[in-house]
């Protein structure tokens, strides 16, 4: 692009359309994220006006503004993936241990399986299994990943979040994150390797990158406490961490042949648990949702097209769906199940994991960049989203009905036992208890 300020204009619309929807989806109670897509969704039929001048393509001319859309699109998967990696919390596993390590298996190896099965049938069939075996896998990777914020908010909402549902929901959801987007690179590495000895040694070089990270990792997570020490809460500790994370990102794709967005992940995960991480956090939440990661959102609504669709690509779409929520719901039950949950409770762990949101984009996309994805999914992915944001804490709160009546009414039997069976030290507390003045005061 020589015109450089030819693309302030589709950056505006994006950030005012964007964030204008995000509102109005936050009121209806969806993720922000469905108000970027729709925003981007709504802009990319300006594409079919005539001669428009908005969204234009063409590398090296002044009409490339798609192209810088997703140069900028691009740094915003990268931040993504890296504040998902600072927000995990690995402590989590403390409070459910075992049963969250099956209850992510299950729920890993279910919609990968049933995602296999069906773009398998519908992506050439059997007679073209060992052709398409690796895009197949890709597909149900991507239904691997699990984003429980709607899910741990309606928890919250509850006062379920810190049951034994709750922190087997969140923990299984952490490492669905860490799986999903191990896979994801690993069937990208393979899918660009023919022989066995090619397979091998992209196997070799993930474990590689893993062993690297670690070690590095060790060294920048002690680099950084000493930072935290001496500069709390100083501007220039976010900026050394949005160096990390894009020199792991790029030495993940440059020297390993994983995936970028893999790297920005451990980077951040790295980084997680420190006293500075929400400090971290925060700084890159600012400036990513300030105009990268609303750009990555919408530039996946305006690049969507709806060309193509047959009743092949629908038919796929629709079983892609189903192996999305029902895969979670099965897999993760039965998990649970299996760990002596109840089956109520083994329920709700389904139900919970099943919310998709921010990561199968990344992925999504991701697959699209290596042609290993047909962009034709995209739409699929999109109602998949909207479908489990409005399903899973629907469905949620649909199990918890009753107990949450009865929690509520516990408090209101036992101090009206206390009353009734004259207990002395339950009137005294009651009648000698300061006044809100008096605390107040204190």
Not at 53 to 80: C, H, P, Q, R, Y
Not at 122 to 129: D, V
Not at 403 to 412: D, F, R, V, W, Y
Request: proline letters at 3%.
């Amino acid at each position: 692009m020589h015109n450089y300020f030819e693309i302030l204009l589709p950056l505006g619309l994006i950030l005012l359309l964007s964030k204008t929807l995000s509102v109005l989806c936050k009121k209806l109670g969806l993720p922000q994220v469905v108000g970027m897509l729709t925003a981007g969704l709504l802009l990319g039929l300006i594409r079919y006006i005539p001669n428009q001048i908005i969204f234009t393509i063409g590398i090296g001319t002044s009409d490339g503004t798609i192209e810088g859309l997703s140069f900028i699109a691009k740094i915003g998967v990268i931040l993504i993936m890296f504040s998902a990696g600072i927000e995990t919390d690995l402590k989590q596993f403390k409070k459910v241990g075992f049963p969250s390590i099956v209850i992510t298996s299950f729920g890993v190896i279910f919609p990968l399986g049933l995602g296999f099965l069906a773009a398998t049938i519908f992506n050439g069939g059997f007679s073209a299994f060992s052709q398409n075996i690796y895009d197949n896998l890709f597909y149900g990777a991507i239904l691997a990943a699990t984003s429980v914020s709607i899910t741990v908010a309606a928890l919250k909402e509850m006062g379920k979040l810190n049951t034994k549902v709750g922190s087997s929901i969140v923990a299984a959801a952490i490492l669905d994150d860490i799986i999903g987007v191990v896979l994801l690179s690993l069937f990208i590495g393979l899918k660009q390797t023919g022989s066995g000895a090619d397979v091998l040694l992209v196997i070799i070089k993930t474990l590689g990158f893993f062993v690297t990270a670690i070690i590095a990792g060790i060294l920048l997570r002690k680099l950084f406490k000493i930072m935290e020490d001496k500069w709390a809460h100083r501007r220039r500790i976010p900026i050394f961490a949005f160096a990390a994370c894009f020199l792991f990102a790029y030495i993940a794709e440059k020297f390993f042949g994983v995936a970028d967005i893999t790297g920005a992940y451990f980077a951040g995960l790295i980084l997680s648990g420190l006293n500075e991480s929400e400090y971290i956090d925060t700084k890159i939440e600012v400036s990513n949702y300030m105009l990268f990661a609303p750009v990555f959102f919408a530039n996946i609504g305006i690049t969507t097209t709806f060309a193509g669709l047959d009743a092949r690509i629908v038919g796929f779409g629709i079983a892609f769906i189903a192996a999305g929520l029902i895969g979670k719901i099965l897999g993760a039950g039965i998990a649970a199940l299996f760990c002596k949950y109840s089956f109520v409770d083994s329920l709700r762990v389904g139900i919970g994991m099943m919310a998709r949101a921010e990561v199968v984009l990344v992925c999504t996309q991701k697959g699209i960049d290596f042609n290993m994805v047909s962009p034709s999914i995209m739409p699929f992915v999109l109602i998949l989203i909207i479908i489990s944001s409005f399903m899973s804490p629907l469905f949620l709160k649909m199990t918890y009905k009753n107990e949450i009546g009865q929690s509520m009414l516990t408090p209101l039997i036992d101090l009206k036992g206390c009353l009734i069976e004259g207990t002395s030290e339950a009137v005294i507390n009651l009648t000698n208890s300061p006044s809100q003045t008096e605390t107040d005061n204190k």
